[in-house]
């Protein structure tokens, strides 16, 4: 028997009827249509389909569809600007080329996404540990790493000049 699901999915409501075996990731691209979420593995080792479970990083394979049910899902098709303005994640991966044959990308794109979250200025080593369940095969991870440390020092940067803006009027008063 079928179970009935709604579940926000990059901002848009979806109401289906599921098979409750049906797995997130399937759910994603079999009933919604948005097959920018991959499946690597199947196993939960590879995390080519990461993505966000109200805002945390899920891998989508380890997930039932029905455990979405009135929760809301965004996938790599919901990061851009609905201009097409990449979000800056994307911009990095582009700009330092962290992407050869691109599997793994839209996955660890997402579990990116969510690490600058939870630590917008991160080490290299955090960048490394915090991303060691996302594989790749190509790029032997340095231009990934170069993106993420790139986009961390811009939040950096303005998180800085933030500070620093509001120490000098603090100061002016
Ligand atoms: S397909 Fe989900 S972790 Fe590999
Ligand atoms: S770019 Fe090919 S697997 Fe990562």
């Known amino acids: 028997m079928g179970v009935k699901i709604v579940v926000e999915v990059n901002g848009t409501a979806q109401s289906h009827e599921v098979e409750a075996r049906t797995l997130l990731v399937q759910y994603?691209?079999?009933?919604?249509?948005?097959?920018?979420?991959?499946?690597g593995c199947d196993t939960s080792s590879c995390g080519a389909c990461t993505v966000l479970l109200d805002g945390e990083s899920v891998k989508s394979c380890t997930v039932l569809a029905a455990q979405a049910d009135g929760r809301s899902v965004t996938t790599i098709e919901g990061l851009a600007e609905p201009d097409g303005t990449l979000h800056p994640v994307q911009s990095a991966f582009r700009e330092h080329h962290a992407l050869q044959c691109g599997y793994c990308t839209p996955g660890m794109v997402m579990a990116v996404v969510s690490l600058l979250k939870e630590n917008p200025s991160p080490t290299e080593s955090e960048v490394r540990l915090g991303l060691e369940g996302n594989l790749c095969r190509c790029t032997g991870y340095h231009n990934i790493v170069k993106?993420?440390?790139?986009?961390?020092?811009?939040?950096?940067?303005?998180?800085?000049?933030?500070?620093?803006a509001g120490a000098a009027a603090e100061a002016g008063r």
């Open 147 to 164: 993106a993420v440390l790139a986009v961390g020092a811009t939040a950096g940067a303005t998180a800085g000049a933030t500070a620093g």
């Open 28 to 39: 994603l691209r079999d009933v919604v249509g948005l097959h920018g979420t991959n499946i």
